[in-house]
């Protein structure tokens, strides 16, 4: 008797999947192909017989997919964004279509959840449960490690393309800390790390990873390492941590997690100087653009990279903090208008929802977390004067459960 291809049903965050894509590539128009997906699926899996996508299709950033999506058979369900926690609305909408489908389409043996949030653990156990295979993807940089480890297998999609990721080996934590002692104050060539690691670490292999080569690895860990063209090659310089000396380990391994899945300023004078001034030019204005505007105005030389800055307007745009104008989705990131978010009531209120949602990934993975370990990591100068603040941050976390 003939084997039975395996049937695929794909429901994606669409926004999220989105999002995490423009932020990788700022200069790119349309990231994102819905074929590319599909193909991928149905070359390594069997057959994607159901396709659902949720997201705010009146934000023309979103529309913008809509023919590519109706081309390839996806249904397009209608969010509508509304509030504080509106997030929650599509993972909601997607919990109740996964289980709807488990309901009424026996026949579907696996599900590729489309989303880096660990809010859908339970769902993904759920799956499993009933004997379904889950399979997540997204977008590097916004993926929970958690979420990785509980669903069959995780799927990167990035600049080059869908890429397995191996679970075996995702943790980099041994890797870091072992470029961490190389590099030290000191820089060193691309030839001389890859040396001095393979003899610390004879295992490893940037290909375990997903990563082509070493250079393509160290970008992967960009939070934590430089990478500076000289004229023997490249050089490779250790981001140091802004007070390593006498840190307890359970505070080093929060600020490594945190910097390998968050893109915020490290300095916490340079981002409060920041997250003041965008809140003030906002609040002045009744709308500015991205690039013009706002960014050369307070970072007119660029010494905040440009991973660093998108991914601090990515964690505003998510805390409710900013909204961003629909109709120039479309333009080039720097083109794009931004203003304040009108439930944002005053200064406090907007910073409170930025590192609210700056540790929204760590509050689902990481219960143990405190204030007193917020501010330690964000504030190390002045801890005692912010402790208050993070209070509050946590008690907005613990609301969002």
Not at 38 to 66: C, M, P, T
Not at 75 to 87: C, T
Request: glycine share 6%; hydrophobic share 40%.
């Amino acid at each position: 008797m003939e084997k039975r291809e395996q049937q695929i049903a794909l429901l994606m965050d669409f926004e999220n999947l989105v999002i995490g894509l423009e932020n990788n590539e700022p200069d790119v128009e349309r990231p994102f192909a819905m074929d590319d997906i599909i193909r991928f699926l149905e070359q390594h899996y069997g057959r994607v017989v159901y396709r659902k996508a949720f997201a705010d299709w009146s934000n023309s950033k979103f529309r913008k997919y809509g023919q590519d999506l109706m081309r390839s058979g996806v249904e397009m369900q209608h969010v509508v964004r509304v509030g504080y926690n509106a997030k929650s609305t599509a993972d909601t909408f997607l919990v109740l279509q996964a289980m709807d489908c488990v309901l009424h389409y026996p026949a579907i043996d696996m599900y590729v959840l489309v989303t880096g949030d660990a809010d859908f653990l339970p769902l993904i156990s759920r799956l499993k449960a009933t004997g379904r295979k889950v399979v997540g993807l997204g977008t590097e940089g916004t993926i929970a490690n958690t979420l990785i480890q509980n669903c069959d297998e995780y799927i990167y999609y990035g600049s080059d393309g869908l890429r397995l990721q191996a679970k075996t080996l995702l943790d980099k934590t041994p890797v870091i800390n072992a470029l961490r002692k190389i590099l030290g104050s000191r820089d060193c060539s691309l030839p001389a790390l890859t040396e001095q690691l393979t003899r610390q670490l004879p295992d490893f292999s940037p290909a375990a990873y997903g990563n082509h080569d070493m250079e393509d690895f160290l970008r992967s860990i960009a939070p934590f390492v430089k990478l500076v063209p000289m004229g023997d090659g490249l050089r490779v310089q250790w981001v140091a941590s802004r007070k390593a000396v006498g840190r307890q380990p359970s505070a080093q391994a929060l600020e490594d997690y945190l910097r390998a899945t968050r893109w915020f300023i490290l300095d916490s004078a340079t981002r409060d100087r920041v997250l003041h001034d965008i809140y003030t030019a906002l609040a002045d204005k009744n709308a500015v653009f991205l690039g013009e505007e706002l960014r050369n105005g307070m970072d007119p030389g660029h010494d905040i990279d440009d991973r660093t800055w998108y991914g601090t307007i990515l964690s505003l745009l998510y805390g409710s903090c900013l909204w961003e104008n629909p109709d120039t989705a479309d333009e080039a990131m720097q083109q794009r208008q931004l203003c304040l978010h009108r439930s944002v009531r005053n200064e406090e209120d907007f910073l409170l929802r930025y590192y609210a949602s700056l540790f929204h990934k760590a509050f689902t993975e990481r219960p143990e977390l405190t204030a007193q370990a917020m501010a330690e990591l964000m504030h190390p100068d002045d801890v005692a004067g912010h402790l208050d603040f993070y209070e509050q941050v946590l008690q907005a976390l613990k609301s969002r459960r």
